[in-house]
């Protein structure tokens, strides 16, 4: 078997695994990388690719003048799909970090989408303390603790007085 051959198999290889993985769920660019640098499992145990820099970095090209691989659509879909899981804005703007997505692709999807970040807030208090929410301060408190960690914005859960107040 001459170089080429093998390197061509190699980059098939690696070329099907990135299409079997997205086509699972849509990944950001970085996540891919590091899926497809990973060793790969198989029935012994971890086995290493032959795969190089040179062919991860075609197969992400590939990926992408497919329109398989975007990141600001995978934004869009991770911003809709943990807005329903009840997080905030702050807290899915960390995820997309630690995801790889650029700050300004994340800024712009969050900018773009569809939620009602106050309204999520309501729901999700709601979910946990009950109707109606609680107005005692120490009580009150705990729910904007709870909101908070879920990622929401202090203005947004302050909202939610206000309006419950009318």
């Not at 203005?155 to 007085?161: A, H, K, L, N, R």
Request: with cysteine.
């Amino acid at each position: 078997m001459s170089e080429s051959t093998g390197r061509r198999s190699a980059y098939a290889r690696l070329l099907d695994r990135a299409v079997r993985i997205l086509a699972m769920r849509d990944h950001g660019e970085q996540e891919l990388r590091r899926k497809l640098a990973a060793p790969v499992m198989t029935k012994n145990g971890p086995e290493e690719t032959d795969a190089t820099a040179d062919d991860i970095e075609n197969v992400i090209n590939w990926c992408k003048e497919s329109h398989y691989l975007d990141d600001a659509r995978f934004a869009r879909q991770f911003i809709n799909s943990r807005s329903r899981k009840g997080y905030g804005p702050s807290r899915i703007r960390q995820e997309l970090n630690q995801k790889g997505i650029s700050r300004e692709i994340s800024e712009l999807a969050l900018y773009e989408c569809d939620v009602d970040w106050a309204e999520k807030a309501r729901d999700q208090a709601v979910r946990k303390y009950g109707e109606p929410l609680p107005t005692e301060f120490a009580i009150k408190a705990k729910v904007q603790r709870f909101l908070l960690y879920r990622g929401y914005l202090m203005e947004d859960i302050q909202e939610i007085w206000r309006n419950f107040a009318d």
